[in-house]
């Protein structure tokens, strides 16, 4: 599971990961950034891999309040 917040002074989106089944959180404070595995530091967790991309040749380089979803989209899985 995973939370997502903006932190709007910050310009930026965050992302914290949890266990599903025990609701333990297993990473905090992700910073949502394009041109990375999100979650390639913690491969040792075995949570998988997540890349957030510019799906619409967005003139940003990271979403801001308003084009997470629209213009970037978080893609997560095993085999990314």
């Known amino acids: 599971r995973i939370k997502l917040r903006y932190l709007d002074f910050y310009d930026v989106w ?4 949890y266990d599903d ?4 959180v297993l990473v905090v404070d ?3 950034v ?5 979650l390639g ?5 075995g949570i998988g891999s997540a890349y957030l991309m ?3 040749n967005s003139a940003l380089m990271q ?7 629209v213009d970037f989209i ?3 899985g095993d085999t990314l």
């Open 14 to 17: 965050m992302m914290d990961v």
């Open 21 to 24: 089944s025990t609701k333990k």
């Open 74 to 76: 978080l893609a997560w």
């Open 41 to 45: 530091q913690y491969q040792h967790l």
């Open 63 to 69: 979403p801001d309040n308003k084009s997470l979803g």
């Open 54 to 56: 510019n799906v619409r």
């Open 30 to 32: 992700i910073p949502m």
């Open 34 to 38: 394009t041109g990375t595995n999100l």
